[in-house]
Each structure stands twice: as C-alpha cells, then as structure tokens.
C-alpha cells in the first residue's frame, strides 16, 4: 500500500478493558453493532483517520469523534461533557479533498434565515445573527456540529446530503451553535 492510499483509509482498535487490555476488535470501515465482537469498550487507539463513535448500535445516541491517538480511559475521557461509558458502533470519516460548503437554516424543512458556509464557524448568533440552526444541507465535505458556541457540548457528525428536521434524527431539544469542517489533519 503507498503511503497517500494509507493516509485516506482509517484504522481503529476497540479493547474491553482500560490501558488497552482484553479483547480487542481492530476496525477500518463502518460498524453498526459492535456487541458481537466486544462485550464493552473501555479503551481503543486511533492509528489513522478520523472516526465518529456512537452509544448505541446503528449509529444512534451521543456521538464522540476520534482522531488519530490513544484513549486508555474511555469513561475518563467521556466524562469530559459525554454522558455515556460505552462504545457500540462506529462510523469512520471519509478523507475529503476540495473545498467545503453546508447551508444552514434556522428553522426545519430549510426555514428561516439561512447562510451559506464554507468554513468553520465558532458562534452562528454571533456571525450570522442567528440564534439556532434546525436543519442544513451538506454540499461539500464532512461536518461537526456542535450544541454550544465554540466547538462545545454535544455533537453531531454531518456528511453531505439533505437534513429537513434535527428533531426527527433524534436530537430534539438540541441546539447547534458552533460548526467544524473535518479536515484531512486528523
């Protein structure tokens, strides 16, 4: 393999337990249910790419992205502003080249003001005057999008395609007030 094709693919390594002990499940792509090769997760390695990991099979619940590392702790490390203490599907972040474009709207099915961005944006109240986002469409690139102004509180990972209504993907009650494009520096 040359070194530009390992550089776009991604490479993480789940353990059952901390200090990267126990059974391990070692994963390059997609994973929707990992509970059929570890009974929990408590620590994983990071040796290439970017992940999104989720709490729940089929990418559901809170979302916690990972870049290249080591996380020997992670109810330690989830306790920074996540609420749960397991691993149980992952989602590995395509390397995207080229620029980056997602339109945001302050109400669903694309209503309300809306803006057009192209690059990170640490407080949409304080750019754009807007003081919530409930949908967006993701034209170019990967995006995370966060509930508080500068890249903080919950996440949620965005790839390109339509999103009508945050509310009907299970985050109601959740505000974003801070968006980052993910770029290839993970």
Same mark, same amino acid.
């Given at each position: 393999?040359?070194?530009?094709?390992r550089?776009?693919?991604?490479?993480?390594?789940?353990?059952?337990?901390?200090? +990267? /002990?126990?059974?391990? =499940?070692?994963? @390059?792509?997609?994973? #929707?249910? @990992?509970? #059929?090769?570890?009974?929990?997760?408590?620590?994983?390695?990071?040796?290439?790419?970017?992940?999104?990991?989720?709490?729940? *099979?089929?990418?559901?619940?809170? /979302?916690? +992205?990972?870049?290249?590392?080591?996380? *020997?702790?992670? /109810?330690? !490390?989830? #306790?920074?502003g !996540?609420? +749960?203490? *397991?691993?149980?599907?992952? %989602?590995?972040?395509?390397?995207?080249?080229g620029?980056?474009?997602?339109?945001?709207?302050?109400?669903? *099915?694309?209503?309300?003001? #809306?803006?057009?961005?192209m690059? &990170?944006?640490?407080?949409?109240? &304080?750019?754009?005057?807007?003081?919530d986002?409930?949908?967006?469409?993701? !034209?170019d690139?990967h995006?995370? !999008?966060y509930? /508080?102004?500068h =890249?903080?509180?919950?996440?949620?990972y @965005?790839?390109?395609?339509? =999103?009508?209504?945050? %509310? &009907?993907?299970?985050?109601?009650?959740?505000?974003?007030?801070?968006?980052?494009?993910?770029?290839?520096?993970?």
């Amino acid at each position: 393999m040359t070194p530009t094709n390992r550089n776009m693919m991604g490479k993480i390594t789940f353990y059952e337990e901390k200090n +990267f /002990q126990g059974r391990s =499940y070692e994963c @390059m792509s997609d994973c #929707s249910d @990992m509970s #059929s090769y570890l009974s929990r997760c408590q620590s994983c390695r990071v040796e290439s790419g970017c992940f999104m990991v989720y709490e729940r *099979n089929n990418y559901m619940g809170q /979302q916690f +992205f990972m870049r290249r590392g080591e996380y *020997n702790d992670m /109810q330690g !490390m989830m #306790s920074m502003g !996540m609420m +749960f203490d *397991n691993i149980r599907s992952c %989602r590995m972040i395509p390397y995207h080249r080229g620029q980056f474009r997602m339109k945001i709207y302050e109400r669903e *099915n694309y209503g309300g003001q #809306s803006n057009e961005m192209m690059d &990170d944006c640490d407080n949409i109240q &304080d750019r754009y005057r807007m003081s919530d986002c409930q949908s967006c469409n993701v !034209m170019d690139g990967h995006w995370l !999008m966060y509930e /508080q102004a500068h =890249y903080k509180g919950r996440m949620m990972y @965005m790839r390109p395609g339509e =999103y009508r209504s945050f %509310r &009907d993907m299970g985050m109601s009650g959740m505000r974003f007030m801070s968006m980052r494009r993910v770029t290839d520096m993970c």
